[in-house]
């Protein structure tokens, strides 16, 4: 049975309707989203038809991939896939299904010069055309040339590599500019990055959860107190919604032990912003992007199941400070650290899970510093159910609204001087 056949066994009714009704609401008069919502086996698989079928994921770095042959084998929600860089020094990603049986051709990460499937030594090029199959001469017009693995779009911006397994989406850059994500992040220059620490942990939480937590304010100051929570303007936080997602730039510190950075600001960021410079944006359905003013760390979370995600957080630094004398001393601290951050949150992303759960859990009220939360999960119901565009930009005036409000009551905002050498010469 083919993608397009497959039957959801979720649907939209007026009693769902009515029960995310009040998360419609305007921010301060609205409420979280029902507990069903992360944990329902029938809306997770409506969930990856809706939204990971559809939307661009990140999956890498081009860095990860330097020489024809370099490949990675994944699964995004159950769905096999294979990336690899191609002889002329393309990217290509495939369905990773043999065209026989559907074996997964290739598993883990390495360098290969062609795919061969373990179950019966089908073998393809790195292009992902069929090279050779044992036993098939005698198969009544049999068609190699048609049976190539399923090709999955692929593209790349910031050095950042995405996929999207719908064939007639809309280009990257269309899907990111819907954001301003190219605008916004142009300064940080991500593509003048490496990938200097890479860390990868599955948590048993549903994926909507990952997210949620990366824009949640309200617990920076209680649970990351002791790591870098000291200096952040939890009670000033800035809200920038997009139609779908929101950025914002504030003050705080780099993701390093007491805030102090290893490295110093990178090249064209210095002389332009101070040390507490910070900024996030958020590219749908689940990269969080962070800046500082010495590195850039997004975290990536795909769905294993409706209670399991994995999640991936990238380091990344300016090419230049790889040669610099003890680099790997100071990038293992780097590294530990933001492991400790993630250690931090993962206890509460599991309890989340286990609390929406319960039989007496009822969604609580959203307050002032769920702002972004509370636009993500319209986005979910807007995907999910039905689009209401009405809803949207009441929550973008509401929040153009509150900025105002934050300007006139305590000036401008504390951004480690991005809106003077950036967001003036935009």
């Not at 919502?37 to 939204?51: A, G, K, Q, R």
């Amino acid at each position: 049975m083919g993608l397009d056949m497959l039957t959801n066994r979720f649907s939209v009714d007026e009693n769902i309707l009515s029960e995310v009704a009040q998360t419609r609401a305007r921010l301060l008069e609205s409420q979280h989203l029902p507990g069903w919502f992360y944990t329902s086996p029938d809306l997770f698989e409506h969930e990856i038809n809706t939204i990971f079928m559809k939307e661009w994921l990140c999956v890498g770095r081009l860095e990860e991939f330097p020489n024809a042959g370099d490949y990675t084998a994944t699964r995004i929600a159950g769905e096999p896939l294979l990336i690899c860089r191609g002889n002329s020094g393309e990217m290509n990603a495939f369905r990773n299904v043999c065209r026989h049986r559907g074996v997964e051709v290739a598993s883990g990460e390495g360098n290969l010069a062609k795919f061969t499937c373990p179950y019966h030594a089908w073998v393809y090029d790195l292009e992902g055309n069929l090279m050779g199959a044992p036993h098939v001469k005698e198969v009544k017009n049999f068609d190699a040339g048609s049976c190539s693995l399923p090709r999955v779009r692929i593209d790349d911006w910031g050095g950042y590599i995405f996929v999207n397994f719908d064939p007639d989406c809309q280009d990257l850059g269309d899907y990111l500019d819907e954001d301003d994500i190219r605008d916004f992040a142009a300064f940080l220059q991500p593509e003048n990055t490496r990938l200097s620490h890479k860390f990868v942990v599955d948590v048993p939480c549903n994926w909507k959860f990952v997210p949620e937590n990366l824009m949640d304010m309200y617990h920076v100051g209680v649970i990351h107190k002791e790591s870098f929570g000291g200096h952040f303007p939890v009670s000033n936080f800035r809200f920038n919604l997009k139609k779908n997602g929101y950025n914002a730039t504030y003050e705080s510190y780099t993701m390093a032990p007491k805030g102090v950075t290893l490295f110093g600001t990178m090249p064209w960021m210095r002389g332009k912003v101070g040390e507490l410079f910070a900024c996030t944006t958020w590219i749908r359905p689940t990269m969080n992007f962070f800046g500082r003013h010495d590195l850039i760390q997004p975290w990536v979370a795909h769905p294993i199941d409706e209670k399991t995600t994995r999640i991936t957080i990238y380091t990344q630094l300016p090419e230049e400070y790889f040669d610099t004398p003890g680099f790997d001393e100071k990038n293992k601290i780097y590294g530990d650290f933001i492991e400790q951050v993630a250690t931090e949150d993962m206890a509460m992303l599991e309890s989340l899970q286990n609390g929406v759960g319960s039989r007496a859990f009822e969604p609580g009220p959203t307050v002032k510093l769920e702002r972004a939360i509370h636009h993500l999960q319209n986005y979910y119901l807007d995907r999910l159910m039905q689009n209401d565009d009405t809803a949207r930009a009441q929550r973008q005036d509401d929040c153009r609204d509150a900025l105002a409000e934050a300007k006139a009551s305590h000036g401008e905002a504390r951004d480690g001087g991005y809106s003077k050498s950036f967001q003036a010469a935009e």
